[in-house]
């Protein structure tokens, strides 16, 4: 189930259709896609989602590689 992504903006939120896949233990940011190969926008997309989410980590797991562990992308946003 998709989590909703406001944006707060000068105190005014902004329901604007972001929607995060996962949050686990509310700290970290899941991203899953199902791609033959992951493209830059989708960390670009991630990166958006802790950004506006205040969190700092996030995982991009694509699903299409033959071993999970080669699908998996550990993102850090540097506050």
Request: zero cysteines; aromatic letters at 6%; proline letters at 4%.
């Amino acid at each position: 189930m998709q989590h909703p992504l406001p944006v707060i903006y000068d105190g005014i939120r902004i329901d604007v259709g972001y929607r995060v896949d996962m949050f686990v233990e509310d700290t970290v940011v899941v991203d899953l896609k199902a791609v033959a190969k992951t493209a830059p926008v989708h960390e670009a997309q991630l990166l958006t989602y802790l950004k506006l989410s205040d969190r700092h980590v996030g995982l991009l797991i694509n699903f299409h590689v033959l071993h999970l562990r080669d699908g998996i992308t550990r993102l850090v946003n540097e506050l």
